[in-house]
């Protein structure tokens, strides 16, 4: 078979494939009207001399056609498989010579018996059949060749055998004419070759779109179902860990109010170190699920920013001091428009990862007012970033300088939400850099326009006591209740604990509770919302309730945010608690 494609020339099997298609595609629509041509032409040359002759052209050139267009219309239906390309080329060939050589021997048939007119007609009947082969058959080029070749090569026989120099002249005139039409055919074969390439070259170009845009939406797919397994996964590893560390804490306090010798108290002392240690880093994957969750809802007030810095400074200062650091803000008496927790949020993260980046020389926070702006910076001379890595810096569990994820240094989710809080509260985070010599974060505020608020305002003002307050707990761990009825029993609280929604119900109606302390999540996939609403029916919708989670789950924080119950995250401290139930019950919000 490759000989034969070189011998004619052929195109490789796909390119064949379309051109046969091409071709044959064109036969289709000529049958009928070649049908009534060969009649015209019987009924303009039937004479006494040469009717049978003629009659019998009439029927065989009419059966050649029909067996080239049933072969074409067999392969346009049923397809052309490619490692048959060559054989159908071969077999077209064939029944177009012999077509040719019929339609060619229309001249033996008619000349010699036929006025000058029909002389006339039939050169002219074989011009045009060669001219209509080459616009039908030119795509596959040696098809093409083999009816003209044949139909020309019976024809001139015919006429130079006739003897008339006159129609030596117009044999020569026969060959010139198919020379011609030869060479059109080749230019409308290499058209035709061009086009179907282009045609296929577009084809893969859209099959290789279709793969690359298949195999993207793949990677979305997967990219997405990473994400959200990995959010399920922190929500559920971060509930089932404060449960045990949120119960720890409540019986160190309760603990450490008990008479204990120096070692025992030095060993409590690490004990809770250690507690609050896990607890600082659950509450780092708490603050990154509710930004995820888009449950951060800014509560913009005019703040005076010093207070802020020095509860910073206060709280940062002996880190930065055993590691040799030396820690400064600079004082200010600029106020800003911002949320102060969120405030206090970003900049807690951005000192803390000064700190511990930064192995000597030291911290400083600044405050400069800029065109109706207040610039927060957090400079430090610590190990800097490579420019290439400035914007990574900001991606969730990234860290630069940490292959052995040592937990020391956190879980690379701090600089996640400085970005996540900026972008919430819409102001503009800046990040300038030298590898080796420090790093500087920038925190744009708007500045303050109205009366600004005293930070240091607490619920305790409103002298409200929690002695002899009687309070229901609803939590289905044992460990969680026993630790949190003896810190309310020590703070004078009259408290009782349910593991069940119905038994909440029970307990409430033999004795009214002040408030109430629900976990969030129960048993049999039931909620605190759920008890809390339940017992609100049984006593009044007044009735105070605190709602308390271990769930970061975005869908539960977004569901927890909408039932507007006061919701504190475990593990929840003592003092968080205090502060949770006088809010409560003074009816204020924190």
């Not at 117009?170 to 045609?199: E, F, H, K, P, W």
């Not at 000597?360 to 600044?366: C, H, Y």
């Not at 909620?527 to 769930?551: C, K, N």
């Amino acid at each position: 078979m490759n000989q034969v494609r070189r011998l004619l020339r052929l195109a490789d099997d796909r390119i064949l494939v379309e051109q046969l298609k091409l071709s044959m595609g064109n036969l289709g629509t000529t049958l009928i009207p070649t049908f009534l041509i060969v009649i015209l032409i019987c009924g303009a040359l039937y004479n006494s001399a040469n009717s049978h002759a003629v009659i019998a052209w009439g029927v065989v050139v009419t059966i050649s056609n029909l067996l080239c267009r049933l072969h074409a219309r067999h392969h346009m239906r049923w397809g052309i498989a490619r490692d048959k390309a060559v054989q159908v080329v071969l077999i077209s060939m064939l029944l177009n010579t012999i077509d040719g050589a019929i339609w060619g021997s229309l001249a033996w048939v008619a000349l010699d018996t036929t006025s000058l007119m029909g002389s006339i007609l039939v050169i002219a009947v074989l011009t045009a059949v060669a001219g209509n082969s080459m616009s039908l058959l030119s795509p596959v080029l040696p098809v093409f060749l083999a009816l003209v070749t044949a139909e020309i090569a019976v024809a001139v026989a015919k006429v130079f055998l006739l003897g008339d120099p006159t129609y030596n002249v117009l044999g020569l005139a026969g060959l010139l004419y198919i020379s011609i039409l030869m060479t059109q055919a080749l230019n409308s074969s290499r058209a035709a070759r061009a086009a179907i390439v282009l045609g296929l070259e577009n084809i893969e170009l859209l099959e290789k779109l279709r793969r690359e845009t298949s195999i993207a939406q793949q990677a979305r797919q997967d990219a997405e179902q990473a994400n959200t397994s990995k959010s399920k996964f922190l929500a559920a590893a971060s509930h089932d860990l404060r449960q045990p560390i949120h119960a720890q804490g409540l019986f160190l306090d309760i603990l450490s109010r008990s008479g204990l010798n120096p070692q025992q108290q030095q060993s409590l002392d690490c004990a809770i170190a250690a507690g609050q240690a896990s607890a600082e880093m659950l509450n780092t994957m708490l603050d990154f699920s509710r930004i995820e969750a888009g449950v951060v809802q800014p509560h913009v007030v005019s703040f005076r920013l010093q207070p802020l810095l020095n509860k910073i400074e206060r709280e940062f200062a002996r880190q930065a001091d055993a590691k040799g650091l030396a820690y400064r803000s600079r004082e200010t008496m600029l106020a800003a428009d911002s949320d102060p927790a969120l405030i206090e949020l970003i900049l807690r993260n951005l000192v803390s990862n000064a700190i511990r980046y930064t192995d000597s020389g030291g911290i400083l926070v600044a405050c400069r007012q800029r065109k109706g702006h207040v610039v927060v910076e957090v400079w430090d001379t610590g190990i800097g970033i490579e420019p290439a890595h400035q914007r990574e810096v900001f991606r969730e569990f990234h860290q630069l300088g940490n292959p052995e994820r040592d937990r020391r240094k956190g879980l690379g989710l701090g600089l996640s939400i400085v970005e996540g809080l900026a972008r919430t509260l819409d102001h503009p985070l800046l990040l300038e850099s030298k590898p080796g010599r420090g790093s500087m974060f920038a925190l744009t505020l708007p500045l303050a326009t109205g009366e600004c608020v005293d930070n240091a305002v607490v619920l305790t003002q409103h002298k409200e006591q929690l002695r002899n307050v009687r309070v229901l707990v609803v939590d289905d761990d044992e460990a969680v209740r026993i630790g949190t009825l003896h810190l309310l029993r020590d703070w004078g609280c009259v408290a009782e604990a349910a593991e069940s929604i119905e038994e909440a119900l029970v307990l409430a109606g033999l004795h009214s509770p002040d408030v109430v302390i629900s976990d969030y999540r129960l048993r049999d996939q039931r909620t605190g919302l759920e008890a809390i609403a339940a017992l609100r029916s049984a006593l009044g919708q007044g009735l105070p309730a605190l709602l308390i989670t271990g769930d970061t789950a975005p869908d539960r924080l977004r569901e927890a945010l909408s039932s507007n119950i006061p919701l504190l995250h475990k593990p929840v401290s003592p003092d968080q608690l205090h502060l949770g139930l006088m809010a409560v019950l003074v009816k204020e919000v924190l």
